[in-house]
Structure formats: C-alpha cells, structure tokens
C-alpha cells in the first residue's frame, strides 16, 4: 500500500543573506525573510525536515579552526553536525553546500519532541583532520556528525516553532565568514 505523503517548500530565501564573520558562537546565518515558524502540532512521528542551504565560506590559513551547523526548532538545536575541521589552505568564498535530513522520531510537550539528522557537506575548505591542505583534485564530503547517529536535542512540537539554519566557527577572525546564497527547507508528512 502507499504512503500517502507530500512534500512542500515551507521556507525559501529569496536573496543572498549578509556576510558573517568575526564570531565563534553558532549565529542564524541566513537572511531573516527565509524564517518560517510551523504551526503547533504540524510535525508528526516520521515526518522528515529536509534543510539544504549553499553559498560561499572564506577561512584563514594558520590555525583556521572549526565549523559546525545546526538547525533550530525554537532555540533548540535540534540537530548540530558537530565540529567540521577547516583545511589549512586560506580560502577566499569559495563555494559549498549542505544537505541536512532530519526524520522525527517522537513529538510531545516541553522537551519530548526529537528527530534522527545527518548532514553532507561539501566543499573546498572541509578536511577530515587537522593541517592538511587542498588536494587539487579534491572536492571533499563530509558526512555529519562524525559519530554514531543518534537524535538530537529534545524540543516542544506542540508549540509554534522557527526554523532557523546556525552556523559557527572556533576561531574568530575576519577571514573565516560565511554567506548563505541559497536556503530551502522541504517537510515531508
């Protein structure tokens, strides 16, 4: 028998979002247009958040850090890739991309809500450990997190939430910024 389901795009970003630099504490990173709050209840066991987002990332040579993404329901981050390691090459907007699937596994008040998530990201200036540099024929893809797969932080679905797309580096400098391009996220009931 079939499923009965749908997919809708119930957020878009209709321009490229500001330059962010200079910060360490994951930020919203995408224009503030593109925010979508869904409706009390409209999540259910099985349906499946997708967040895809694409733009450019700049990152320093010496000691260029970390990154990690994250998406929040409310001020949950419901999922988080965890620590991404930036390559020791300096990188000036170069492109990347992030494809994000977040499937629900339990709804409910307070903090009884939670979904299973793993990222793709791929571009230039990811590396899977510390000090490498660019492989010149190399376009790397890494999956996230780096752990075992497990569900992520507990929120309320029974409350209207935001959607929101975070982004944070380890090191603070001018040159390590990040511009969202393009942001969609896709549900799935």
Do not use: C
């Not at 878009?12 to 330059?19: I, L």
């Not at 009390?40 to 066991?45: D, V």
């Amino acid at each position: 028998m079939s499923n009965n389901s749908w997919v809708q795009v119930i957020a878009s970003q209709g321009k490229q979002a500001a330059v962010h630099n200079t910060y360490t504490t994951p930020i919203s990173v995408i224009d503030p247009t593109a925010l979508v709050t869904l409706p009390a209840n409209t999540l259910k066991i099985n349906s499946l958040l997708r967040v895809r987002a694409s733009g450019s990332i700049s990152n320093i040579v010496t000691t260029p850090g970390l990154m990690n993404f994250q998406v929040k329901i409310g001020s949950v981050a419901a999922f988080d890739t965890g620590n991404i390691q930036l390559n020791a090459t300096a990188h000036t907007t170069l492109p990347f991309m992030i494809d994000i699937e977040m499937t629900v596994y339990a709804v409910g008040s307070s903090t009884s809500a939670n979904a299973m998530g793993q990222a793709t990201v791929t571009g230039k200036m990811f590396t899977f450990t510390a000090a490498q540099t660019d492989d010149a024929q190399d376009m790397p893809t890494i999956l996230g997190p780096a752990t075992a797969p497990a569900v992520g932080t507990g929120f309320d679905s029974t409350v209207s939430n935001t959607i929101d797309f975070f982004a944070g580096f380890t090191i603070s400098n001018v040159a390590n910024q990040i511009q969202i391009a393009q942001y969609r996220v896709y549900l799935e009931n």
